[in-house]
């Protein structure tokens, strides 16, 4: 019986994850054919069924701007791309606690079924409600990641484009063309930024990819556009210096996590290898010690206590 139901709940836990992660690696296989217009041109609303399924499952208001947050980050930028979320994971929720309830229900009431189905079905509810954010927050930190570490190469090819006469408008609709493959995060950004440009101003485009991003290196490159184009100073040359800052900044972080991971180094030593060392060390001199107690405490040992006359005094 317990394994028929530990053999039950791992099927689901299974199927959810597999769920889950088939609908991360298709959203983000999509991600990275598209040149981005699928992610701009797409204004449909939600439906009625994914409002109210969304709607389903109260939400604190803080945590529901951190998942706007995550999906921004993540790069979903649709309108019902946060309706679609919710109403994804209140539908894992819905299903499990409605399977679980159905097997609580036709099995036998005399026996301890309809406990284990009704806690089974609560701890994979949970899973179903953590594991999507999880994954989301995840691909939120790995795109804003990719996003930084591309970024000074698509400058450079943006200071070249600049280089060569083109205003700054039609560098970022060039170099999103040519970094489409390589860095598909930033080609949708720059192409995001070159429509926001021509709908109002370069600067509100750039104040805008730095909201949208908000990472130091992109808030840093906005300002620095901005105030270039300002003063009137040539934008192509100060991107470029702005990239090779860029580069010295995150090879400065590497070695500060290489020097950093050296003095965490120190505590797997002390604790995994410094116990193998003191046993190999101070093992063979205890067993001894052990040893010679145990014989000599024995009936005519050295240590025996009953003894009258030690073996070494000379009798009278």
């Avoid at 901005?226 to 860029?246: C, L, N, P, W, Y």
């Avoid at 002390?270 to 010679?292: M, N, V």
Wanted: hydrophobic content about 50%; glycine content about 6%; charged content about 20%.
């Amino acid at each position: 019986m317990l394994l028929d139901i530990v053999t039950l709940v791992s099927f689901v836990l299974i199927g959810v994850i597999v769920f889950v992660l088939a609908f991360w690696l298709f959203g983000k296989r999509r991600r990275l054919r598209s040149s981005g217009e699928d992610l701009l041109e797409a204004t449909a609303e939600p439906s009625a069924f994914t409002r109210a399924m969304a709607s389903a499952v109260p939400l604190l208001p803080r945590e529901l701007e951190g998942i706007r947050d995550d999906l921004k980050h993540a790069g979903y930028y649709r309108p019902a791309a946060l309706a679609e979320y919710l109403a994804t994971r209140n539908s894992l929720i819905a299903l499990t606690l409605i399977a679980a309830g159905a097997l609580a229900v036709l099995a036998d009431p005399k026996s301890t079924l309809p406990q284990m189905f009704a806690l089974a079905g609560a701890v994979t509810a949970i899973v179903c409600h953590m594991l999507p954010r999880l994954i989301l927050n995840r691909q939120a930190k790995s795109r804003l990641s990719r996003i930084e570490q591309g970024l000074p190469d698509a400058l450079d090819v943006t200071s070249m484009c600049l280089s060569g006469g083109l205003p700054l408008r039609t560098a970022l609709e060039r170099c999103a063309s040519e970094i489409r493959l390589s860095r598909p995060e930033i080609a949708v950004e720059f192409e995001i930024i070159r429509r926001h440009a021509e709908a109002n101003s370069m600067a509100m485009a750039l104040r805008s990819f730095a909201q949208r991003i908000e990472t130091p290196d992109v808030k840093a490159f906005a300002s620095l556009v901005i105030q270039t184009e300002r003063m009137g100073v040539h934008v192509g040359r100060a991107i470029a210096d702005f990239a090779e800052s860029i580069r010295r900044t995150h090879q400065q972080r590497a070695e500060e996590r290489a020097a950093r991971a050296g003095v965490l180094l120190i505590f797997p030593i002390i604790f995994c290898l410094a116990p193998p060392i003191w046993i190999l060390l101070a093992g063979p001199p205890i067993l001894q010690i052990r040893t010679f107690f145990t014989e000599e405490n024995q009936p005519g040992g050295l240590l025996d206590v009953n003894i009258d006359e030690l073996p070494f005094e000379n009798p009278r």
